[in-house]
């Protein structure tokens, strides 16, 4: 059974830092991994997709890397700001015939003081 | 619309209540999904529907949780006899299609949260 670990589960920085937040996967039997934003009281935000054939994606402030044979991935976030905090969740897929279902982490709760 | 809609947003139930909570994808989407998320944890996968059919639903925690699709559009996620360990937030997503790349990004919607008291 696939089983997604995010190491920190929470970080506090002041602003203007550039942050790296860690995610591991048991399983390297991917098809892609994805990271999202959840912010209080909403739904998840898809913030990076990264194929399993792919090394990373960049967005903006955020680039994302995906070490497939390692099981791991990462998520920079380049100059934080203060919008910046949310918690951050990494999933993996594991395609098959009944969908690409997605197996997430506990989160990181990332908060960006002033 | 424009995103994935749920509702109710907030749903309070006494233990052994039923509950029906409502999703509405995004129009044209083929692949519906349903997680459970409790308090400080990432969400869960309960099941999947591709259209009107129910494809996987190993995730669903008892037999008293079935989801149904009956058009291939709007699903509903009901409970039966709600239980405290049923309390926390359900996420609905949909996707274009079950394929690859960009097309099977999840949006989800803003969720419902149950409390059982």
């Known amino acids: 059974k696939q089983e997604v670990t995010q190491i920190p589960a929470a970080l506090s920085v002041p602003e203007g830092e550039n942050l790296v937040l860690n995610c591991s996967f048991t399983?390297?039997?991917?098809?892609?991994l994805q990271w999202f934003r959840q912010d209080p009281g909403k739904g998840l935000t898809s913030l990076l997709l990264?194929?399993?054939?792919?090394r990373e994606q960049t967005s903006g402030r955020l680039n994302a890397s995906l070490d497939k044979s390692s099981g791991r991935s990462t998520l920079y976030i380049a100059a934080s700001q203060p919008g910046d905090s949310a918690t951050y969740l990494c999933a993996v897929s594991k395609w098959d015939n009944a969908g690409n279902m997605l197996t997430f982490g506990g989160g990181t709760r990332l908060m960006v003081k002033p | 619309g424009a995103g994935v809609s749920q509702s109710p947003r907030y749903k309070v139930a006494k233990r052994g209540q039923d509950v029906a909570l409502r999703c509405d994808p995004i129009?044209?989407?083929?692949?519906l999904f349903w997680y459970q998320q409790a308090l400080g944890q990432g969400p869960e996968f309960l099941t999947y529907f591709q259209n009107e059919a129910q494809l996987d639903k190993s995730g669903l925690p008892s037999d008293r949780f079935f989801a149904e699709r009956p058009e291939g559009s709007v699903s509903t996620l009901k409970i039966q006899r709600t239980q405290q360990e049923d309390s926390a937030v359900y996420l609905c997503?949909?996707?274009?299609?079950?394929?690859?790349?960009?097309?099977?990004?999840?949006?989800f919607g803003a969720g419902t949260r149950l409390s059982v008291l």
């Open positions: 399983d390297s039997a991917i098809y892609n």
């Open positions: 997503a949909s996707s274009l299609a079950p394929g690859g790349g960009a097309k099977n990004i999840q949006y």
């Open positions: 129009s044209g989407h083929v692949s």
């Open positions: 990264i194929q399993s054939s792919q």
